[in-house]
């Protein structure tokens, strides 16, 4: 029993399509992904949302010995961000600062498993849409609407010969456009190793390392679940150059919530409990057994509230 | 040169008794102002008339306007004020009021469509000539359509779109300038029978 | 030429040039209908709304009965003026002139809180700016996305833009 809006979004997204889960869709799906593991590109692309655009560069190498992308933001605060098997580096050249982030064991390609596209389907009806051309490409589109208002739409839109993902637009309940990913200029195939290096020579930086490790956060947990979100990770990590914080995440297969939680003592600014969003992305924040939780998801508000106001420690014997 | 500048310009122009500038600044902000206008009025013959009406109000009062706000800002006051009259004046009442927002009357636009819920359909008097800009844009070549899409809808500048589309800013400028023109092409037989022989 | 109208109403014509083009507006006949058409279209693409033929032929006739303007104290030549105002000055002047106003359709922030959802919130949430350290959030939940999985590393530009407290840290 579909509530009335989600339906309206399944009708809005899922054109013309007479049934949905098709497996053509599925296999649609699990195209894309194969594309976005075994491709090497370079390209523009153009992230809109609120009425604002910010272009990138991004550079994907596949190697046997380790792949490297590198994303290079040419809009707002500069900063180039180079991903390799082990380790995320964010450089910000204005504050002369790396971050640095090593992966925790789960995080190859995260969630998305062949085998979880079926999951999929529980909470979103998969259909294909429409062709069209994009930056050069001939692209068929995939929707992925949403059974409840809990979670966003998606519509992706993948060449037709490789599977690479040209655009991706997310959509809310009410059909709107919240944020839109499109590649302006793409070209597949081999790429030098040389492309994925750091401009940054970086020396002399100060070095953010995040020290994220696996961890159990005890007596940390959520009264009620949200329908379709199972917990993917737990960990403890730092946060800039902040104290230690634990790190929960939960997801539905294609959107992720994080639950951070700090603790207060010491701290002399203050929890301002409420809703702050960003596009697609929305952060509720508020204060439970004096920790700071800080709730950040690429979910609908209510989702995200949710999710922030079932949050509880119970003190562990 | 910016927009606010080639308005400023134009207004002076218009104000040394230059009437054709004047009606250079109509051909511009017409439809922005119908638009704010219809939200008050939904019948679209009478939103025309008042809009009209508002323009030749803000031609006599141009001899008062300083330059202290931008163009379209002060005649956006007179275009709301000139709605009231006429609301008042056939005796309905108009919606309530609340202190509107500077940088709405400014033309600040969000690149997201806000939805104007208020709006009637039925202010889309002419759905031929939107019709046939929209499906002319679909059909142009990929790279015209990309630039006059981030120019008109995400308002991006030529350097940002000479950024997305990793191509020299004078090739932004002529994408735009040919899309514009495939489009007036095709828009020529709806214009063209116009009885107006000045333009 | 007519791509310099076509230049000139983006805001991306020199000054020079964009001066001389607008005095030859007025004459030039090929300009005048460029002017018209691309504000036409420009406004045909941002919301479709178009206005009956003629409109402006109609307020031009409606002006050549005008008498011709008398304007002594019209604009300072001096442009840089304008800018001396600030912002929260215009806003006082809207204000005063005491005129027509309605509920503006800003965009709810956030739209979906307001709207039924599977189980009603308990309450409306207070609205509150960005968190200071939003960009180590985003940066650190990235890694977790399954859009990943989709659109490998390009979700990882969704960052705050005007981020000052980098260099505070």
Known sequence: MMPGRALGVAIVLASGLAQAQSPEALGWLRKIQDATQKLSYRGTFVY???????????????DAGGDIDRLEVLDGVPREIVRTRDTIRCYLPESRVVKVDRRTAERDFPALLPERVNALARHYDISLGETRRIAGFDCQAVTLAPKDDLRYGYKLYADVHSG?????????????????FMFTQL?????????VKPRQAARGWRIEDSAAAPARLAGWELSSELPGFHKVSELKRRLGESRPVGQLVYSDGLAAVSVFIEPLEGRRDPVRTGLASMGAIHIYT?????????VVGEAPA???????????YRRPH | MSDREIDRQLVARAQRGDKRAFELLVEKYQRKLARLLSRFIRDPAEVEDVTQEAFIKAYRALPAFRGDSAFYTWLYRIGINTAKNYLMAMGRRAPTSTEVEADEAEGFEEGEQLRDINTPESVLLSKEIAETVNSTIEQLPEELRTAIQMREIEGMSYEDIAKAMNCPIGTVRSRIFRAREAIAEQLRPLLGTRKDKRW | MKDRISALMDGELDDTSASQLIDSLGRDGEALQAWRTYHLISDAMRDGRVLSDGFTARVASRLMAEPALLAPAGLQSEPRKWFALSAAASVAAVSLVGWLAFAPQREARPPQVAQASVTPLKKQPAIVPLPSATNDYLLAHQGFSPRASLQGMAPYVRTVSDQSQESTK
């Open chain 1, 164 to 180: 690479m993902l040209l655009k991706a637009v997310t959509v809310d309940s009410g059909g709107d456009t919240v944020e839109q």
């Open chain 1, 48 to 62: 809109q949302h609120g009425g604002r655009s910010e272009t990138s560069r991004i550079t994907r190498y596949v």
């Open chain 1, 187 to 195: 070209a597949i195939g081999p790429v030098s190793r040389d492309m």
């Open chain 1, 286 to 294: 508020r204060e439970v057994a004096n920790h700071r939780v800080t």
């Open chain 1, 302 to 312: 209510v989702s995200v509230q949710r999710i922030a106001d079932a949050v509880e």
